[in-house]
T-cell receptor, first 115, second 114 residues
Framework: DTGVSQDPRHKITKRGQNVTFRCDPISEHNRLYWYRQTLGQGPEFLTYFQNEAQLEKSRLLSDRFSAERPKGSFSTLEIQRTEQGDSAMYLC?????????????FGQGTRLTVV | AQTVTQSQPEMSVQEAETVTLSCTYDTSESDYYLFWYKQPPSRQMILVIRQEAYKQQNATENRFSVNFQKAAKSFSLKISDSQLGDAAMYFCALYQTGANNLFFGTGTRLTVIP
C-alpha cells in the first residue's frame, strides 16, 4: 500500500461546471476525512466517514457539495455548479479505528481552480 | 469552540541550527491531543510529533521536540540540527476526544538556509 491517493492532482474548470474528485485511503483504514485548504490557511474539515457511513458534515459543506464512500472503500467528493470561491486544495485523509487522535495519513490533494 | 493560533507566518533557520515554532490553542475540553504536521512543497502532509494532553512529559522524536505548557495552552515545536529537508509548512493541530476531526492553525512556513 502506497498511502492515500487522490485523483486528479489538478483540475481546472469553468464556473458553473460540476467536478468530482476521488480518494483511495489506506486499505485497512475505516475512517476517511475530507478537508479543504485555501492559500494561507490551514486545512478545514469538510466531512467524515466511518466505513460507508457519513457521520459528520461541516457547515462548510454547502448543498452544492456531496460526498460518498460506497462499500467503505474509496470516496468521492462532488461539487456542483462550481463557484470561484471553491478554488482550493481538497485533501483526503484516512486513519485507523482509533481515529485522528493517533495519526492521520493525508493524500497529496486535488488542487481545484475555477475560472 | 476550539482555536489554534500560529503567530509566525514565516520562519527561517540556518542549516544545523535550532529553530522554535510557536503555537497556542484554546479548548474547553480536558481530554485532547496536540500535533505538529509537516507539509513539504507539493507533497502530502505527514505527522511530525504528537502530544497527549494528560502527559506532562514533553514528546520527542529524534531532532524534533515540543514544549507543552498546558496551563498557558502553549505547544511549541523545536527542531534541532536543522536540515534542508525540514523546509516545509508546519501546522499545529488540535484533536478533542469525541470529535471526528483535527483543527489546524494557519501554518508556519519554514525556510532552511544552506
Amino acid at each position: 500500500d502506497t498511502g492515500v491517493s487522490q485523483d486528479p492532482r489538478h483540475k481546472i474548470t469553468k464556473r458553473g461546471q460540476n467536478v468530482t474528485f476521488r480518494c483511495d485511503p489506506i486499505s485497512e483504514h475505516n475512517r476517511l476525512y475530507w478537508y479543504r485548504q485555501t492559500l494561507g490557511q490551514g486545512p478545514e474539515f469538510l466531512t467524515y466517514f466511518q466505513n460507508e457511513a457519513q457521520l459528520e458534515k461541516s457547515r462548510l459543506l454547502s448543498d452544492r457539495f456531496s460526498a460518498e464512500r460506497p462499500k467503505g472503500s474509496f470516496s468521492t467528493l462532488e461539487i456542483q455548479r462550481t463557484e470561484q470561491g471553491d478554488s482550493a486544495m481538497y485533501l483526503c485523509a484516512s486513519s485507523d479505528g482509533q481515529g485522528m487522535n493517533t495519526e492521520a495519513f493525508f493524500g497529496q490533494g486535488t488542487r481545484l481552480t475555477v475560472v | 469552540a476550539q482555536t489554534v493560533t500560529q503567530s509566525q507566518p514565516e520562519m527561517s533557520v540556518q542549516e544545523a541550527e535550532t529553530v522554535t515554532l510557536s503555537c497556542t490553542y484554546d479548548t474547553s475540553e480536558s481530554d485532547y491531543y496536540l500535533f505538529w504536521y509537516k507539509q513539504p512543497p507539493s507533497r502530502q502532509m505527514i505527522l511530525v510529533i504528537r502530544q497527549e494532553a494528560y502527559k506532562q512529559q514533553n514528546a520527542t522524536e529524534n531532532r524534533f521536540s515540543v514544549n507543552f505548557q498546558k496551563a498557558a495552552k502553549s505547544f511549541s515545536l523545536k527542531i534541532s540540527d536543522s536540515q534542508l529537508g525540514d523546509a516545509a509548512m508546519y501546522f499545529c493541530a488540535l484533536y478533542q476526544t469525541g470529535a471526528n476531526n483535527l483543527f489546524f492553525g494557519t501554518g508556519t512556513r519554514l525556510t532552511v538556509i544552506p
